[in-house]
């Protein structure tokens, strides 16, 4: 039993808990004069478009309190020894903090139980800011506790605060690809179809002997694609990011599957003027509704966006492919493990620019910009503003990056330290095909395993309604979420109307940042009111 604390009373009345220190002497953790003005003080200080707070110790409960009392915030509570925090507990009434739905107190957590809860709870478009308080007389007390702790909450911050900028940008755009794509889905649903898709990539699959190939578009592809021929000869099976696409066929080289999960509309461009129907398409369910038309092969899969899983989870089960990677290279590699493949190799992942050139010849960029060009503005212009619209990163601190005739950008090292991350737990032989880019390095965690057997993505699940008869279920599940009034919303809703609440969340963030002086409850209500209408547009052809 560690017996940390004797107990005080300051001037105005208050327990104050004090530390005992190893030399007998105690320390309080609080004024001895007035506590609760202290904490007022500290909370004033608090932007008040802060809407979530950690306190790092407990301590009195003063701080905490303050800011339940003065802000809208949700409160977080991170203190180490269960011990100690039960002498706590045992030395005064924490009721008003214990009961109140918008606090928590992690006792003793684990770096992933900090990182979890953060992750689950932070909803920038909802709560606003964020913001750590160290209790200092309790936090040097362990100091390697506390900064583990907020190591871990400045890394979960930035995970969240990563994940949020996307949506930003893109949440209505996913929201509406999703609804008009689960319309659109009941066509390609036809079981006879999906089961000779099945037959057309399983055949392939045992035809490569376990062997695939993953193709990015940049521009070291330009000297890999003979190594590409020779791959199709050997009837390795062939996985084409959308991207590269054009180039391969350019080359006389019909690659075996198609991968596209970009839901902007400048996905068309991989596609147009293409004529290869027979190819079949793997589609993130957030892609662009007219992608599906390219291929007489779809396949819808489900990624991290919340609507896409609540999809897969109660109306038809799209298989789930890992994209956190965040790029294409990445979801294709995922798709290569997913289907068993044992061996795979990487061609044109260059994640960077060689020579100012961004792309592989032959892909959609150079026809764009010269369609684009003018008088004014010839390709060249656009190719360069395009090339230098992102800083470049210095170079890393290896023998090799010295000598780099390549040039990163933030997102470009981001993307490439991902998909390192993802090969060293795979336990099928990863290899990279020499290049100009990048090096992709990583040192192997798990054991080359033998190439799985062909996972059946395919299988058919007889579904109880059809898309638009789903679509119109799931408008009248946002309509009849409560209005929002009070100051911890998701915390009130029921668990099936937080499922719904949680969908539409990206939409919010894309609102809030168009309208960041929008208040929360507003955000709610205008964003419910949007969903609805993108629904009914959906469900009257009006799309």
């Known amino acids: 039993m560690r017996n940390s604390y004797v107990f005080l009373k300051a001037r105005n009345g208050e327990t104050i808990p004090a530390i005992v220190l190893p030399s007998g002497d105690t320390q309080p953790l609080h004024s001895m004069v007035d506590p609760v003005r202290e904490a007022e003080r500290l909370i004033s200080t608090i932007s008040g478009d802060t809407g979530f707070l950690i306190f790092l110790g407990l301590g009195g409960g003063f701080a905490p309190q303050a800011a339940l009392n003065k802000t809208a915030a949700k409160i977080l509570v991170i203190d180490f020894f269960s011990e100690s925090i039960t002498e706590l507990l045992s030395s005064k009434d924490y009721s008003t903090l214990l009961e109140n739905d918008r606090f928590t107190l992690l006792t003793d957590p684990s770096l992933d139980e900090i990182k979890n809860f953060i992750t689950e709870n932070y909803k920038p478009s909802l709560c606003g800011g964020i913001k750590t308080l ?52 009941d066509t390609h649903s036809d079981s006879f179809r999906r089961k000779k898709q099945q037959n057309t990539i399983k055949e392939y699959f045992s035809r490569s002997g376990g062997k695939a190939a993953i193709v990015a578009a940049g521009p070291s592809l330009d000297q890999q694609i003979h190594s590409l021929s020779k791959c199709k000869s050997e009837h390795v099976f062939i996985i084409s990011s959308d991207t590269a696409l054009p180039v391969l066929l350019h080359h006389g080289i019909e690659p075996d599957a198609v991968l596209s999960m970009d839901c902007q509309h400048i996905s068309y461009y991989h596609f147009l003027g293409v004529n290869k129907r027979s190819i079949p398409l793997i589609l993130d369910i957030a892609s662009p509704p007219l992608l599906s038309g390219f291929s007489k092969l779809p396949l819808f899969f489900s990624s991290g966006h919340p609507l896409a899983q609540y999809v897969s989870s109660v109306w038809r089960p799209f298989f789930r492919l890992d994209t956190s990677g965040g790029n294409v290279t ?68 290896t023998d090799e990056s010295a000598q780099k005739k390549y040039h990163e950008t933030s997102s470009l090292r981001f993307y490439r330290k991902k998909l390192e991350e993802k090969i060293s737990v795979m336990t099928a032989e990863v290899n990279c095909a020499p290049g100009s880019g990048a090096p992709i390095r990583w040192q192997k965690k798990m054991p080359h395993g033998a190439s799985a057997a062909f996972q059946d993505f395919f299988a058919d699940k007889k579904m109880e309604k059809s898309g638009v008869s789903f679509l119109e279920q799931y408008r009248n599940d946002i309509a009849a979420l409560p209005p929002a009034a009070g100051k911890n919303y998701r915390h009130e809703l029921s668990a099936k109307d937080k499922q719904i609440f949680t969908t539409i969340l990206p939409y919010a963030a894309a609102i809030k940042h168009r309208e960041p002086a929008l208040k929360t409850n507003d955000l709610i209500e205008d964003t419910k009111l949007r969903c609805i209408k993108d629904i009914d547009r959906v469900l009257d052809d009006k799309c």
Request: proline residues 5%.
């Open 134 to 185: 160290p209790l200092r007389t309790r936090t040097e007390l362990d100091l390697p506790l506390f900064e583990a702790a907020a190591e871990t909450i400045q890394e979960a911050i930035e995970n969240v605060s990563s994940d949020y900028s996307v949506q930003a940008h893109f949440g209505m755009r996913w929201f509406s690809n999703i609804i008009r794509n689960i319309k659109s889905a």
């Open 330 to 397: 990445y979801a294709c590699l995922s798709f290569a493990e997913s289907l068993g493949f044992g061996q795979i190799t990487i061609f044109g992942a260059d994640f960077a620019y060689i020579d100012s050139k961004t792309y592989a010849k032959g892909t959609y960029i150079y026809p764009f910009f010269e369609k684009k060009q003018n008088r004014f503005s010839p390709a060249e212009a656009l190719s360069s503003a395009f090339l230098y619209k992102i800083p470049f990163l210095p170079a890393e601190k």
